[in-house]
């Protein structure tokens, strides 16, 4: 069975930082990308970061230089380290199982729980 579970939310002020965490069993990484999501209240799903297996990983614009992507495939766990946070950040952060070769982040089945994280004074 497929399953991914996320973990490290919170609430933190702004400028502050938080580490995500997305455990992951039930596949095996090396055909898949990671990718972290994102949505905010009462907006859509926002494509973050994603990581291969193999450390490949690419960022959106808007976390560009404040977030870093990692994984430990050993442990089957991919982490966000997210710094120098923004309300804007403020989302239920997922991480989403997409094949290799596909895009459909968005629609994707395998999705974990999320986690949410706010950025608030």
């Known amino acids: 069975e497929v399953q991914l579970v996320e973990s490290g939310g919170g609430l933190v002020q702004p400028g502050g930082s938080l580490r995500l965490s997305c455990a992951f069993s039930g596949f095996s990484f090396s055909t898949f990308w990671i990718y972290w999501v994102r949505q905010a209240p009462e907006k859509g799903l926002e494509w973050v970061s994603r990581i291969s297996s193999g450390g490949a990983t690419s960022y959106a614009d808007s976390v560009k230089g404040r977030f870093t992507i990692s994984r430990d495939n050993a442990e089957n766990t991919v982490y966000l380290q997210m710094n120098s946070l923004k309300p804007e950040d403020t989302a239920v952060y997922y991480c989403?199982?997409?094949?290799?070769?596909?895009?459909?982040?968005?629609?994707?089945?395998?999705r974990g729980q999320g986690t949410q994280v706010t950025v608030s004074s």
């Open positions: 989403v199982r997409v094949h290799m070769g596909y895009s459909d982040w968005g629609t994707s089945p395998y």
